[in-house]
């Protein structure tokens, strides 16, 4: 498995823009698609967005569509998420995932997380 370290989140009033930040550990990056995830208080973990391992194709919930953007470095064994006009309602813990292909939105799908981030956004 690939160990994965978020980092990034923060305060940020609404409208505003932060940049998550994923960092997987060893040589095989690239065999992992990657994905994004967050959970709210007393809410379950919701699918956010995945990269295939190519970076060739990205998938969005339909809530960040238009505002958040995935992309992956190589070079970097990073994965990022732009996110852009943030709501309150974007507020959670954020979870960065890997598994060897993407298979869709399940977090039972992703067999490797990290410890998550928190982002706020106030009001």
């Known amino acids: 498995q690939v160990q994965l370290v978020e980092s990034g989140g923060g305060l940020v009033q609404a409208g505003g823009s932060l940049r998550l930040s994923c960092a997987a550990s060893?040589?095989?990056?690239?065999?992992?698609?990657m994905g994004w995830f967050r959970q709210a208080p007393g809410k379950q973990r919701e699918f956010v967005s995945a990269?295939?391992?190519?970076?060739?194709?990205?998938y969005y919930a339909d809530s960040v569509k238009g505002r958040f953007t995935i992309s992956r470095d190589g070079a970097k064994n990073t994965v990022y998420l732009q996110m852009n006009s943030l709501k309150p309602e974007d507020t959670a813990v954020y979870y960065c995932?890997?598994?060897?292909?993407?298979?869709?939105?399940?977090?039972?799908?992703?067999?490797?997380w990290g410890q998550g981030t928190q982002v706020t956004v106030s009001s």
């Open positions: 060893g040589r095989t990056f690239s065999t992992y698609a």
């Open positions: 990269i295939t391992r190519s970076g060739g194709s990205t």
């Open positions: 995932a890997a598994h060897r292909y993407y298979r869709g939105s399940d977090p039972a799908n992703y067999s490797s």
